[in-house]
């Protein structure tokens, strides 16, 4: 999660702001730097493509591209949503399989909200816009903000009462600079139990804070990968990598590594490429699927890529996994922001962040839909906030 301190880094350029004020009465196109998105091409099936995945993103009749969960007009959720998290229920009686959880800023401050539907892009609505982890008591774990969680559906026997477990950064302490991640279990993924703090995460690689859970129940195993922040600086997070750590309960863990390294030395399994690549600075907000359509590397993880210290445009990068482990990065972003050169300007035309894959099983590998991609984007000198957009992806 970018920190109130490193947006502030992002400060529009001047020229930017001209351009934008004069396009809101000339409707011409300027000049930018965002991403692949063609300024010529209103296609709704137009798409971007690293080599690896092509993806077409969410767009409007008029072909722009557009978010499927912006802010709302007033409430909990009014200033920002963030750090989307999908988990995928068939079972529901409602019909609402596809539940939406996010970061949620508004005036009470940040906690996490839902959204529920019938379709991956929220088109119906179900169940709109309800808060379902508020900020915890004072002095605990989570009572400055509930942050980035993930949620996944336990369809095993025995878990009926327990069928949906969250995970989610909490924070407290003086400016909220005290992180915890907590667990907590729900019977219908709304009401959710008192959350219980996990264990066995406070390792050399977390020396500034564990963020960012992405967990998976592997047969009766869960696989957490993690955002390991190691330093820090004025208020700014330093360097960002991806931890790994196990547990058979959801709440102690054993952080794992290269070399068979386990537990407070155990390193990260994946760092930032360094050198002048998209993703040379960091690497952050992992979010780790299982494909078992893909026999040559069935693991894959998508990820929030920095490439400056100042975090000044952030990028969407792929890695592959023969074991969950050991992973291959793709040398070029898997997506780029789009282009600035759109008025008004698209909404994820600035910084990408927090991405959130999901493999349908029921689409082929080489059709749009087996990829599903939620992630969060503000606009080219974050004249907008973060919302929340999605992308559908095949193999080229």
Known sequence: MMTQAQKSRKNLNPWIYFNFLLCLTIPFLVNGCGGNDSPTNPNPGEMDTSGDIEYSRNRNSAGAVVPILPESAGGFDSIEVDSPSMAVDGGRPAGDKFMLYYEADGPGGTTIGLVTSSEEDLLPVTLNRTQVVGLGPAGGPYSSAATDPTVIVDKRVGQENSRYKIWFEGRSG????????????????????????????????TQVRAADPSVILDGNTYKMWFEAISTSSGGLDGVQSVGYAESV???????KGPGGSQGETAQAVFTAAGGTAFDSYSVGSPSVVHDPDDATAPWKLWYEAGNTSFDVQNTIGYATSIDGFTWNRSPLPMLNPSSDNRIPLPFDSGDLEHPCAFINTSIPLNIEGHFLLWYSGDSEGSLTPNRIGIVKGRTP
């Not at 309960?249 to 952080?255: L, P, T």
């Open 174 to 205: 003086t400016n909220g600079q005290t992180s915890t991640i907590l667990y907590g279990t729900s019977s219908d993924g709304i009401s959710w139990s008192s959350f219980t703090p996990c264990q066995g995460l406070a390792v050399n690689i």
């Open 249 to 255: 309960d959801g709440v102690n863990w054993v952080v």
